[in-house]
């Protein structure tokens, strides 16, 4: 008798938390697409404690920090909402905390966190008591479809940006860049076996594609290896830092609502976005388990500003696990950040696929522009 007609008390434990043969995956698949969303958004962990570094805080900590919260927020996720949504702190956040809040208001990076806090409190309020979840309802069906197409397109941007196939223009923004150089070549390399792998129903063929990028571009000088293992550094410098102590003023007010209405909205566009591609909702357009989700995004803001971090919010990327064939929450768990500890040995094994020299920072790579692309394209065709 197979899984799918077996009764659900008769199925395994994983089986049944999560509904694998319900949604048509399996471990396997999950697994593979849970390391794919891992490589294309594990640049956070690098790009994070740089932005942040420059409101004063330790990159170190922030660095863990940014581990801890990704892997505790996605763990929420995974096993109240039973979503393939992976969740770091937010990238233009991140930004908006260093440069204005603390650079141009003249905060401390330890009174922006209290606001990334408060901002966290009624977040958790407003989605306690539905009204998040009735302003998302409240979308029309059809714009929730433009939604899912503007977020596949941005993708597209990104990863086009990223492997330098377009640059930047005075004139017109944006223009077509040099398709000879070797970023370009390797990323449009990554998107045609990634669609090929595909079309011929290759279990991780996104990973597939990765790996195959990374390999190629090491001899080129595209990526660096950098070790195996080190240990992780101290989180005390950010751990509890917060202060309350200009609470009651008014700028700090609009912090906290800044910070609020960019993550509402910036949730909001991601949960239709992804979870459209998934087909997930419903025949009205609406999500099921909105509640859920909408909490365990409210917590991850609260819990990233008590270890010492920015908004931590759900991630556009998840739509490349999405892609590879992730369905549940037995994705998220997939992700081999689970832990600062674990998070930096891997993080130190996959600098290659991420990262390109020289230091100080890093670059994304061609082999984290590839998925993104793809998914921006699948993402863009209206369904429904």
Not at 205 to 234: D, E, H, K, W, Y
Not at 352 to 360: D, F, G, K, W
Request: glycine residues 10%; aromatic residues 10%; positive net charge.
């Amino acid at each position: 008798m197979s899984d799918m007609t077996k009764p659900a008390s008769e199925r395994p434990f994983l089986d049944r938390y999560f509904g694998l043969t319900d949604n048509a995956t399996d471990v396997r698949t999950e697994f593979i697409a849970g390391i794919t969303t891992f490589l294309t958004m594990v640049y956070i962990v690098f790009v994070n404690p740089q932005i942040l570094s420059s409101a004063g805080m330790d990159k170190g900590a922030v660095f863990v920090a940014t581990c801890i919260a990704a892997a505790v927020s996605t763990l929420v996720m995974a096993f109240y909402a039973n979503y393939p949504i992976a969740l770091a702190p937010g990238m233009g956040l991140n930004a908006f905390f260093a440069f204005t809040v603390v650079l141009t208001y003249k905060y401390t990076w330890q009174q922006a966190l209290a606001g990334v806090f408060c901002s966290g409190v009624i977040f958790f309020l407003i989605s306690i008591f539905r009204v998040r979840e009735y302003i998302i309802n409240s979308i029309p069906k059809n714009l929730k479809f433009a939604i899912a197409a503007g977020v596949g397109l941005f993708l597209g941007i990104i990863a086009l940006e990223q492997a330098k196939i377009v640059v930047g223009n005075p004139a017109t923004l944006v223009t077509l860049g040099d398709l000879k150089q070797w970023p370009a070549i390797l990323c449009l390399l990554g998107f045609v076996v990634i669609v090929a792998l595909n079309y011929r129903n290759i279990g991780g063929a996104t990973l597939i594609g990765i790996l195959l990028v990374t390999l190629i571009g090491l001899p080129l000088g595209l990526a660096q290896f950098q070790g195996i293992m080190s240990m992780p550094p101290s989180l005390a410098p950010t751990f509890l830092q917060l202060d309350f102590s200009r609470v009651t003023e008014a700028t700090f007010i609009i912090v906290i609502f800044s910070f609020l209405l960019v993550d509402v909205f910036d949730n909001a566009g991601t949960l239709i976005g992804v979870t459209q591609r998934a087909g997930f909702l419903d025949k009205d357009g609406n999500l099921p388990r909105m509640k859920q989700a909408l909490l365990a995004d409210s917590f991850a803001a609260m819990f990233g500003s008590l270890i010492g971090t920015s908004t931590t919010t759900s991630y556009i990327e998840s739509a490349s696990g999405i892609n590879a064939g992730g369905r549940t929450g037995l994705r998220p768990l997939a992700l081999p950040h689970s832990g600062a500890p674990a998070g930096r040995c891997f993080v130190d094994v996959t600098r290659p696929l991420i990262c390109a020299p020289p230091a100080p920072g890093c670059r994304p790579s061609p082999a984290r522009a590839a998925p993104p692309s793809i998914q921006g394209w699948a993402s863009s065709r209206r369904r429904g």
